[in-house]
């Protein structure tokens, strides 16, 4: 057996690899749009149905409070702005690693930026570095987990704080052994378990704002030298003895010649679960085939959707009670694409769920094994939908809209965000948008929470 040497371990490995990875303008570019993302669901977040609550411990807690340009502490404001990105079910996902690494990665060096105030020590650029970095740790971890991990674990919690971590590394300008030390503590707070979805609980959220705080209190620790396990991914006790039981180590650290991660991340259309977004972009192309007729909803008699495993596992759901169960509702989203000029947040309401609970009721769910076996790299669906008059119409497809094969163009993503902004209040949602964007170009980072928005 070789003497332990830490340079050896799979934390320092995956360290020196990415920072050793260029970064061209075009990956500056990217990131900027997915920080632009990731911004306009926090702030939309502040005024979801839940969103209040979350501002209202935060104000408790002394957060978005303070007299000066300090507004709290990194840790806490990430864990807030965690929540709130990920409350309206719109922020990024990557489908290997069945995670969403925006909800973790921007609001650690958002929350280093607000902690600091106008003083912040970073740049609009190395803040993108940064988010390169976080993004690049917890998709790389996230895609080596294995399916029996994600059956209970949810994947954005116990991955996300390694990325939360990576990016906050970065951001304070930690060494190797120091970076290795907030893995090593990032993973030793991996958690969160898919029970709340029986009841429809709220804890999703908490486990996007718990993988944003973990890494970054872990990043800010190891700074003033406290320690972490240095094989949290391989050790006999470590990450993914405990928690991955068909999980491949091997994967975190494959393919250093791929491009960022971030190139291979989806952006969400939708404010449901990305389950449901292959089956909404089938049945809006059939949709489309039933206006070309000169019918609506109503000439449909029944619909079958065909899709992976895990969809149905996750979002079979055909009598939605809540806003939280209806996100998880392959049934209602696609009832609400078919009949609705729009799959938004007011589709979830009561009102929707109750209009379309008939078309809901024809809709029936089975698992296909070609998706099956095609998933989790791709996510699809077929839809076929049988008219009243006998006819027929089928639509499949191997992507969802906003995966990169189907991606968002700049327009269609900032259509989205304007949404998203609008719904937050937002009063220039314009200057906003082009302050984020300009991050490419080393532009200063905004303050997305201050005391008068908080």
Wanted: charged share 20%.
């Amino acid at each position: 057996m070789k003497p332990f040497t830490e340079a050896q371990t799979v934390s320092h490995k995956l360290i020196r690899q990415i920072r050793s990875k260029p970064i061209t303008k075009t990956d500056l570019k990217v990131a900027s749009e997915f920080a632009l993302d990731a911004i306009a669901n926090i702030l939309a977040g502040a005024k979801s149905d839940i969103g209040p609550n979350l501002m209202s411990w935060a104000r408790a807690h002394g957060l978005f409070l303070a007299t000066e340009t300090r507004i709290g502490d990194a840790g806490r404001l990430a864990f807030v702005m965690g929540n709130l990105c990920n409350v309206l079910e719109m922020d990024d996902l990557h489908r290997g690693a069945v995670l969403h690494p925006g909800c973790v990665v921007v609001p650690a060096f958002f929350g280093l930026h607000s902690s600091c105030g106008n003083q912040a020590p970073f740049t609009g650029e190395k803040a993108l570095e940064a988010l390169l970095h976080g993004y690049e740790a917890t998709i790389r971890v996230g895609r080596a987990v294995g399916g029996e991990h994600y059956k209970i674990w949810h994947n954005t919690a116990t991955c996300g704080p390694f990325g939360s971590a990576m990016a906050a590394a970065h951001l304070l300008g930690l060494d190797e052994n120091q970076t290795a030390a907030a893995l090593g503590n990032a993973g030793t707070q991996a958690a969160g378990l898919w029970e709340f979805k029986k009841s429809g609980a709220m804890s999703k959220h908490i486990h996007a704002g718990r993988g944003a705080e973990a890494g970054t209190v872990a990043a800010e620790l190891a700074a003033i030298g406290f320690s972490g396990a240095p094989e949290i991914f391989e050790g006999e006790q470590g990450f993914f003895r405990a928690m991955c039981p068909d999980g491949s180590i091997e994967r975190i650290l494959s393919g250093p010649e791929e491009p960022w991660q971030i190139h291979l991340a989806s952006l969400k259309p939708w404010p449901t679960c990305r389950h449901t977004h292959a089956p909404i972009t089938a049945a809006l192309t059939i949709r489309d085939q039933i206006t070309g007729k000169g019918l609506d909803a109503e000439a449909i008699n029944r619909i079958e959707i065909r899709t992976y495993k895990t969809a149905l596992s996750m979002c079979d759901n055909s009598k939605p009670t809540s806003i939280e169960e209806a996100k998880f509702s392959i049934q209602h989203s696609v009832a609400c694409a078919l009949a609705l000029p729009n799959v938004d947040f007011a589709s979830l309401e009561k009102k929707v769920r109750e209009m379309v609970a008939s078309l809901r009721a024809r809709i029936t769910i089975s698992r296909s094994e070609v998706y099956d076996k095609a998933y989790p790299e791709a996510w699809g669906a077929n839809i076929a939908v049988y008219l009243k008059n006998g006819e027929c119409l089928q639509a499949s497809t191997e992507h969802a809209k906003g995966d990169p094969e189907l991606p968002l163009n700049r327009k269609e993503l900032i259509d989205k965000v304007r949404m998203l902004l609008e719904h937050a209040g937002l009063e220039n949602p314009v200057k906003l948008i082009e302050q984020v964007l300009a991050l490419a170009d080393d532009g200063s980072l905004p303050t997305i929470f201050d005391r008068n928005r908080g």
